[in-house]
């Protein structure tokens, strides 16, 4: 190192330096042994010492050693002597008088010293005490006229002759002035010089410290050589990585300058990086060249760490590396002095980037089978098969079979944890590693069963992988069975298809699939409308009862669900349902929807709850989307809309994420009738505007779709773009065989679409339909429902008489909000009849449910008409006719008159037919005796504003049969 380095806290060891020389110049010995770790600066105050003695005028012997000479005897001492050798010096002339041997005298070997050199230190030679005190006497022979400084740097790498010679020479300094100045490395272990060198009364030990922050900072700025300070946070974070290693501390300021990187807080996770680096690369680079065994077992210690670390440590290391535990502590020891380690025992490394400069400075073939020894031996060890699963996955593929099956049951283990990613990377890479048939169509099953959770076009694509090999060879039947979902099969009728090949197959051949397997595959295929004794089922008769497999319970659920769709009987869809919820497990995800459509809502409601909390727990996103979406359906029933849009965009989010293209449909479907019970047409537009209503997916998801948008088309005042829509879906869910009013209400809705295109015939037609298919299903408010929307269709007393059985069927029932909407129909045609009274309390319990459910339009439409027949004048006289008073239906029909409307214009408004308007209309001329509208404007304009308020009561009339929805 170059002594022009600046001397940062070492005042002691300076100090030290200038007392030794100090005392050498008095005539008198000193010996200085600077112990330390590698890049403590032992050099530099070694520098330091040489500099000053010019001072002194002191002779300079100076030599020093080397790991690949330790074999070369006497190396050390030969390096000392040979330059005044060379340079042809003689050892001072004796003074008259001076006796032989004593210190004024010239050497007295039997020899010249140049023979000795040359000749008595050759290898092999003995060391005998002549020889070492021949050499003691040639080197006392130049401190005849001037000191002599001994230095010898790095004295623990020097061989054993010359550190012999050394401790032999130390020992015999007496009045004489000599200093030696040695550097050693502080090795931890046994250092027979530094004892014998400590023992002496002129040795001054010195042991340079680990720099503080603060002039970490300052020796990092003199290499820097800029006028920017280092920030106090880098030079700390600086200080701590190194450990205040001096040589350590230049390394790294000299890469930033070379990088161009600026000791700043902003740049300090570059800093860092380019720190834990520069750490690495000098240290390895020091246990590498020492040529001691314990070092070279420290870099292979290291590298071993490097790749079982974090999860693993030196026990685990030392066992890759192939090293007993004694050298395994040493090497541990040696690297924690490099400051690479930390711990007690050091265990883990001093800074995450320090393993990623190991491994990156690795050979990739090495670090390869390091990582396939070590997930070798971790699954002897029986450790958990992730930590195996880890390595295998770092090297590179062998196509080891060993190797597929540790990565199959590793996947396995992550997928019974839900780490649905973790096993899907395993088993992609169990793919890479056979070519085997039977092994490839084995694992291409495991990787679909778990793609179904988090990535589902991927799970259909390996369905159809496998299916084309069981077509092939019917006996890997058994392979398609993790493909059987409802998250599958709702999202692809092609998925359908092969799960009812699937099905006759296995139920044509027994001997291929047992009855779980066979219900299994039918469960998926009935799902999509195949009959039982098409799929084969009736070979299981009776005894499908008694059954109580999961793969049962998950038949029984979607056959429920097929009962309830075709609208056959309720009670055997109720029977079947609970049925399946009687076991023990997981609620079958099909289970919740019949029970809504069986009017169960409390029931619906708590077995929705169990199965969102039970997909929440498994982790699979497929399957939280149905679940959410069950819960949706479910909380819009019970009128709990706030809850069922949370729950509708929280499925959106999650079919988006695993590409349930089907699920999303109906989640964005869910949310658009929430939102047009909010009023807000737009939002619930756009929900609709980012999916489409057609696609591969189950007939229902379409259906629901299609509803959704017709109302909302209806809402928005486009009554014959509503009811395409409503007769498309109706066309679609007929055609796949879903006739139950209770599953998706296109009919219903129909009806009012129909009103408002004008056509109230056939609008009669669907509402008598559609009563007759809710009266066989049996459902109280499937039943209530048809009974409020066909109302729509008529008029006056048989109006009435619907809306009230429809109220009374609701009472009770949970449906908050077609409760809401009974009501406000019953309110609106009560108001109708003149019944104001009773309008008034009617539309107040609508508002008051409304609001209770958040449907802002009806508690809006309630509120409005509510107002309208608050108590008030009954009638308006007209000035100067006091007998002639308009009633409350007249007054209605003025007040559309007068805003420029035909008769046949009122009658839609008001719902009621266009002889109603003409009969209103005489009798209001008859009244004011006049025979025109025109003469009916002039009266009017001669009423005060009270009147005229009242005349047109005091809020607006409804606009028309649209208010209905």
């Known amino acids: 190192m170059s002594s022009g380095q600046p001397l940062l806290h070492r005042d002691v060891e300076t100090e030290a330096i200038r007392e030794a020389l100090s005392r050498v110049r008095a ?111 040639a080197t006392r022979s130049f401190t005849g006229d001037r000191p002599l400084i001994i230095a010898v740097d790095d004295v623990h790498h020097t061989d054993p002759q010359s550190s012999q010679w050394c401790s032999y020479i130390a020992r015999r300094l007496d009045g004489l002035p000599i200093a030696m100045v040695l550097t050693t490395a502080d090795t931890g272990g046994p250092d027979d010089l530094a004892r014998d060198l400590a023992a002496l009364p002129y040795t001054r030990l010195l042991r340079p410290a680990p720099l503080c922050a603060t002039c970490a900072g300052l020796l990092m700025e003199s290499v820097l050589g800029t006028e920017e300070p280092v920030g106090e946070d880098v030079a700390l974070a600086c200080h701590r990585l190194t450990q205040g290693n001096p040589l350590l501390l230049r390394e790294l300021a000299g890469r930033l300058a070379r990088s161009g990187v600026r000791p700043v807080s902003a740049e300090l996770p570059r800093v860092l990086e380019i720190g834990a680096l520069a750490l690495t690369e000098t240290a390895l680079g020091w246990l590498s060249g020492s040529g001691s065994g314990v070092d070279a077992a420290g870099v292979d210690l290291l590298r071993s760490l490097a790749i079982v670390a974090p999860e693993d440590g030196m ?65 002897r060890l029986g450790a958990p098969l992730r930590r195996s699963a880890r390595h295998l996955m770092s090297a590179g593929p062998t196509g080891d079979p060993l190797t597929v099956t540790v990565l199959r049951e590793a996947a396995g283990e992550a997928a019974a944890k839900h780490s649905w990613e973790d096993a899907t990377g395993y088993l992609h890479r169990a793919l ?42 019917p006996h890997a039947l058994m392979s398609l069975a993790p493909f059987a979902d409802i998250l599958v099969t709702a999202n692809s009728a092609e998925a359908a298809e092969v799960f009812a090949g699937a099905a006759e197959t296995a139920a044509a051949t027994p001997s291929l699939a047992g ?162 019970e909010f009023g807000d047409l737009e939002a619930a537009e756009s929900a609709l505007k980012s999916v489409a209503p057609y696609g591969d997916w189950h007939p229902m998801i379409s259906g629901q779709a299609l509803d959704a948008l017709g109302r909302v088309r209806l809402a928005q005042g486009r009554p014959r773009d509503g009811l395409l829509t409503l007769l498309e879906c109706g066309r679609r869910l007929t055609a796949a065989g879903i006739t139950n009013p209770a599953c998706v209400p296109w009919g219903t809705n129909s009806i009012l679409a129909y009103v408002l295109s004008g056509e109230r015939s056939a609008a009669r037609m669907v509402a008598e339909r559609e009563l007759e298919l809710a009266r066989a299903w049996g459902a109280p408010t499937v039943v209530a429902r048809a009974l409020s ?61 409304a609001a209770d459910c958040g449907a802002v339009r009806l508690a809006a439409l309630a509120d409005k008409h509510r107002a309208a027949t608050a108590p008030a004048r009954a009638a308006v006289l007209v000035p100067g006719q006091d007998d002639h008073v308009l009633t409350v239906g007249e007054r209605r029909v003025t007040d559309l008159v007068l805003r420029g409307m035909s008769n046949l214009e009122v009658a839609t408004t008001l719902s009621i037919s266009k002889r109603t308007v003409d009969t209103h209309l005489a009798r209001i001329y008859r009244k004011l005796g006049i025979h025109t509208r025109a003469e009916l404007a002039v009266i009017l304009t001669g009423l005060s504003d009270d009147d005229r308020a009242d005349l047109r009561t005091g809020e607006p009339v409804p606009t028309g049969p649209h208010e209905f929805l």
Request: aromatic share 4%.
């Open 432 to 473: 890479a590693e056979t070519d085997a048939p039977d092994t490839v169509l084995e694992v291409t099953a495991e990787l679909g069963a778990v793609e179904k959770h988090r990535d589902l076009p991927a799970c259909l694509r390996h369905l159809r992988t496998v299916y084309g090999r069981v077509r092939l060879a």
């Open 789 to 849: 929307a066909g109302s729509i269709a008529h008029e006056g007393e048989v109006r009435l008489d619907m809306l009230h059985e429809a109220v009374a069927l609701l009472a009770n029932r949970g449906a908050r909000l077609e409760h809401a909407r009974a009501l406000l129909r019953l309110g609106i045609a009560q108001r109708q009849a003149g019944d104001d009274g009773k309008a008034h309390e009617t539309l107040a319990l609508a508002l008051r449910l």
């Open 27 to 137: 005539g008198g010995p000193s010996v200085l042994l600077i112990q330390g770790s590698r890049g403590m600066g032992k050099t530099t105050l070694l520098n330091a010492a040489l500099a000053a003695r010019v001072e002194t005028g002191a002779l300079l012997l100076m030599a020093r050693g080397h790991p690949t000479e330790r074999d070369h005897p006497f190396g050390v001492v030969r390096r000392l002597f040979e330059p005044l050798m060379s340079a042809g010096r003689a050892p001072p002339t004796v003074p008259p008088g001076a006796g032989p041997g004593s210190a004024a005298t010239g050497p007295d070997l039997g020899g010249d010293l140049g023979s000795d050199l040359g000749g008595g230190l050759d290898r092999g030679h003995p060391v005998t005490p002549d020889l070492l005190h021949g050499l003691y006497r």
């Open 315 to 379: 026990e685990v290391a030392s066992m890759i590396a192939g090293h007993g535990q004694d050298t395994a502590r040493a090497a541990g020891e040696t690297l924690r002095r490099a400051g690479l380690v930390t711990g007690t025992p050091p265990d883990r490394f001093a800074h995450p980037r320090i393993q990623q400069a190991v491994l990156a400075g690795m050979d990739p073939g090495e670090r390869d089978r390091l990582h396939r020894r070590t997930a070798s031996l971790l699954y």
């Open 515 to 676: 009855t779980d397997l066979l219900l299994v595959f039918a469960a998926q295929a009935l799902l999509w409308g195949r009959s039982a004794g098409r799929l084969g089922l009736r070979r299981l008769g009776r005894s499908l009862g008694t059954l109580v497999s999961p793969a049962a319970r998950e038949f029984l659920s979607v056959l429920a669900l097929a009962t309830g769709a075709r609208g056959r009987s309720m009670s055997r869809m109720l029977a079947q349902t609970r049925r399946c919820l009687d076991g023990q497990g997981a609620v079958p995800v099909a289970a919740v929807l019949p029970l809504v459509w069986g009017d169960r809502l409390d029931e619906a409601s708590y077995w929705a709850e169990r199965l969102v909390s039970e997909t929440q727990d498994a982790g699979s996103g497929t399957g939280l989307a149905l679940a959410l979406l069950t819960r949706a359906e479910v909380r819009y029933q019970l009128g709990s809309l706030e809850a069922g849009l949370a729950d509708a965009e929280a499925a959106v989010a999650s079919s988006r994420e695993c590409q349930a293209e089907g699920f999303h449909v109906a989640a964005a479907a869910c949310a658009a009738r929430v939102l047009v």
